[in-house]
């Protein structure tokens, strides 16, 4: 039997840096076994170049990316989500859509590292640190045993996994 393929919506407010990097990273690191998304609540209708970059200094793709609204998923004939996690603070305020299927949800904030003013350098600093935090959270929800798990201490998993402030140096 095949082994199920769950499908995870990375929201942000702009779905320019946060959520794109997040959708690049589990999409690698899930081997096939997780299919990520992202959207924005107010996209701001493009990537940001350092989040691309970020993404191809960790040898990952960084193209066929778009700022896309999350509307796009909570349509009829949108993929149905087993997961939504929000990635910035004012997403996980706002009033989202009522996602087909109940997907579990979570919160992963991260700071924006596309709000960070400073040097070339100091800014690349942030994303890769963003990007960093990210993959780690990731790598603790591909660590989970989700055959074996209920719900309800998978909901558990997921909050706490956004918990996890800093990547492991």
Known sequence: MAERIYNVLFVCTGNSARSIMAEGLLNHMGEGRFKAYSAGSHPT???????LRTLQRLRLP??????????????????????????CDKAAG?????????????????????????????????????????????????????????AMAIQREMRDIGRVQKAAP
């Open 62 to 87: 960084a193209e066929g990316y778009r700022s896309k609204n999350w509307d796009e998923f909570a349509g009829p004939g949108a993929p149905a989500m087993d997961f939504v996690l929000t990635v």
């Open 94 to 150: 706002e009033v989202c859509p009522v996602w087909p299927g109940q997907p579990m949800t979570a919160h992963w904030g991260v700071a924006d590292p596309a709000a960070f003013e400073g040097s070339e350098e100091a800014t690349e600093r942030q994303f890769m640190d963003t990007a960093l935090t990210l993959k780690r959270r990731i790598e603790l929800m591909l660590a989970l045993p989700l055959a074996r798990l209920d």
């Open 45 to 51: 209708g493009r990537v940001s170049p350092q989040a």
